[in-house]
């Protein structure tokens, strides 16, 4: 394959995913003003976008797996960082709430941009040694922890922003076009930053000061376009059809509002089933390239270049070659699967479809186990992936609004992202340990304790998810 075409595949595979996929989704049955349409367009698109970049400056901590750190030592400072972000939500979610997602997503971007900044300097002219810098992994925690509690506001300001622009049966269909979008940030976090380490030769401080620019970008674009609501924005407000019972009258304490969505078994249902996912998703996005490159499928890009010169070819990894794309494409895919089937199959039930995509992640950690010293495992692992970000929009982007009513989305998404970051803790440093180091890592045997790491989870999700198979939430309309 020519090399002008090996690099051009990856976006072209995107755009036509992203085509299709908006070609063929289905009318919400919810009827708007193209004016409204057209402005809420220029809300959402801004926000997603940030939200996507977000990503960008969060994942790209896993491109210093090699050239600054060791598997361990990453896994101990992404740990950390987990760690804050999920806690965060106790005061997070009652901001958005309080003081609006435009405020909030404002605050993601800067925040995140200038503990990059910091992040990057610290690693400017810090050289690649065996066994990694043990010496910097107490200051990358400190630093990514505090990336991590900027992170934070991100996904409650997403949801926050449009739980007030979409209806209850609009949401579902809307997932799927929003999941694109954040579904991008892991094409960016993952391929973008190794291009940028190619181009700068390992320069690893790039990788960081890359996403804190675009994210200053954005910040400068949601304040000029992105409105909390219909009305700031001079179009009508609507009744939005889900949980806004409590969304008139006196505002409860944030205690208050908070015990409550946690006594409401429908949340805490689904905050547990997120906290699965959240292991599940990076035990699979953050160990596949280097579980790769420890068994030898991959080779440096001088070496490509060497063998290329010498009219030899070096076998290569798709899958871990695009990871970033690919982890897009079953993003998007997935997005779009749980919403469209929840919205049109099972009448804006989140459960059901999650239950269905639980079960793909049981039947993949199977095959991880007889795939693992085969090309396949590659797609397998993919497979999975869209399974999982197929849940994960589905409840925490999705069912958060539903359930917790457009004045107190903020304190349902914390609770449930929170409860998501926290199995990314978990995962972090359970992970960091049973997965093979140093020379038994290439072994390929010694990989078993990564499937065996990940169907405990899987099993635990899907039979969470059956207990909110017919769950719905109470709308103000449907109370009286």
């Known amino acids: ?42 809300n959402w698109l801004p926000v997603g976008l940030t939200y996507a970049f977000l990503y960008m400056g969060r994942y790209n901590l896993n491109a210093t797996i090699g050239p600054l750190f060791e ?32 405020a909030t997503i404002l605050a993601a971007a800067v925040g995140a941009a200038l503990v990059n900044i910091v992040m990057g300097v610290v690693a400017t002219g810090v050289p690649r040694v065996s066994g990694g810098h043990a010496e910097l992994v107490p200051i990358f ?58 181009a700068s030769h390992g320069a690893t401080q790039w990788v960081f000061y890359v996403p804190a620019a675009i994210l200053l970008v954005f910040a400068v674009i949601d304040t ?12 009508d407000d609507f009744d939005l059809g889900d949980a806004t019972q409590h969304d008139d009258g006196a505002r409860p304490s944030v205690l208050a509002i908070a015990r409550k969505m946690l006594s409401n078994p429908a949340i805490l249902t689904i905050a547990l089933i997120e906290f699965c996912s959240g292991y599940l998703r990076n035990s699979i996005l953050q160990y596949y390239k280097p579980f790769a ?58 459960g059901p479809v999650s239950a269905v995509l639980y079960a793909v992640m049981i039947a993949g950690a199977l095959a991880m186990f007889v795939t693992l010293d085969s090309p396949m495992i590659g797609w397998v692992v993919i497979v999975m992936s869209l399974a999982i970000i197929g849940v994960h929009g589905m409840l925490s982007g999705t069912a ?65 998810a059956l207990r909110v198979w017919n769950a719905r939430p109470v709308s103000k309309s449907s109370s009286h």
């Open 1 to 42: 394959m020519p090399t002008w075409l090996r690099e051009l595949l990856p976006i072209l595979i995107l755009l036509v995913t992203v085509a299709v996929v908006v070609a063929r989704l289905p009318r919400s049955g919810i009827e708007h003003q193209r004016a409204f349409l057209r402005r809420r367009v220029q």
């Open 71 to 102: 598997k361990d030592q990453f896994s101990t400072i992404y740990g950390f960082g987990t760690l804050a972000y999920g806690f965060s939500f106790l005061l997070n979610g009652p901001l958005a709430d309080r003081f609006g997602g435009k």
């Open 141 to 198: 925690s400190v630093l990514y922890a505090a990336n991590m509690y900027f992170q934070s506001f991100g996904a409650v300001s997403i949801v926050k922003v449009n739980a007030a622009w979409f209806h209850l049966r609009e949401r579902g269909t809307f997932g799927g076009i929003f999941g694109i979008l954040i579904s991008l940030g892991l094409y960016f976090a993952f391929d973008w930053c190794k291009l940028i380490l190619e």
């Open 224 to 235: 000029l376009l992105v409105k909390n609501t219909p009305g700031e924005a001079g179009h």
């Open 293 to 350: 490159k420890d068994l030898g499928r991959v080779h440096s890009a001088a070496a490509i270049e060497a063998a290329r010169a010498a009219g030899q070819s070096l076998g290569s990894d798709f899958v871990h070659d695009h990871w970033g794309m690919l982890n897009c494409v079953a993003g998007i895919l997935g997005g779009v699967f749980a919403g469209v089937i929840s919205d049109k199959v099972f009448g804006s039930r989140r």
């Open 400 to 464: 958060s609004m539903d359930f917790g009513g457009k004045k107190n989305t903020g304190v349902a998404v914390g609770i449930i992202d929170g409860f998501v970051y926290l199995g990314v803790a978990t995962e972090a440093f359970v992970l960091g340990r049973v997965l093979p180091k140093g020379a038994a890592a290439h072994d390929v045997a010694n990989w078993k304790s990564w499937p065996a790491a990940i169907l405990p989870a899987a099993i635990i999700g899907f039979a969470l």
